[in-house]
């Protein structure tokens, strides 16, 4: 823990891992935490698999990749500060120059809420 799960439209095998390696550095760097618990999961959105604003596919406005982080719960500034990295990053990654093209949402967790191998999180003396 955290994990991020990205949804994107289509991204080579390349994109993808500029991305791994600058949303956990983006990540690590806003929440002061070791690379070696962060996951990454990726998402095909396939050119049918999204509409925005009621319109579908091509005749949306936007394609926008969206961005969920699972964590323990952060302070606000922690979540600003990530949005910011982890947008910018994105934007490096797809090669995109417009940052409304990045939803961020974040799911923070309370430790009782996660379990690795078996055992709550808050029953762990590691919380990261």
């Given at each position: 823990m955290?994990?991020?799960e990205?949804?994107d439209?289509?991204?080579?095998?390349?994109?993808?891992?500029?991305?791994?390696?600058?949303?956990?550095?983006?990540l690590?760097?806003?929440?002061?935490?070791?690379?070696?618990?962060?996951?990454?999961?990726?998402?095909?959105?396939?050119?049918?698999g999204?509409?925005?604003?009621?319109?579908?596919h091509?005749?949306?406005?936007?394609?926008?990749?969206?961005?969920?982080?699972?964590?323990?719960?952060?302070?606000?500034?922690?979540r600003?500060?990530?949005?910011?990295?982890?947008?910018?990053?994105?934007?490096?990654?797809?090669?995109?120059?417009?940052?409304?093209?990045?939803?961020?949402?974040?799911?923070?967790?309370?430790?009782?809420?996660?379990?690795?191998?078996?055992i709550?999180?808050?029953?762990?003396?590691?919380?990261?």
């Amino acid at each position: 823990m955290p994990f991020i799960e990205v949804f994107d439209f289509e991204a080579t095998s390349a994109q993808r891992e500029v991305a791994t390696e600058l949303l956990t550095e983006s990540l690590c760097m806003a929440y002061d935490i070791s690379r070696s618990i962060v996951s990454i999961y990726f998402f095909d959105v396939s050119a049918r698999g999204y509409g925005h604003a009621g319109r579908f596919h091509d005749k949306a406005s936007v394609n926008r990749i969206f961005i969920k982080i699972h964590a323990f719960m952060r302070t606000e500034t922690d979540r600003m500060v990530a949005a910011a990295r982890i947008t910018e990053a994105t934007m490096l990654a797809y090669d995109t120059t417009s940052p409304k093209q990045i939803v961020v949402y974040f799911l923070d967790r309370d430790p009782s809420e996660v379990s690795h191998g078996g055992i709550l999180e808050s029953k762990n003396h590691i919380n990261t």
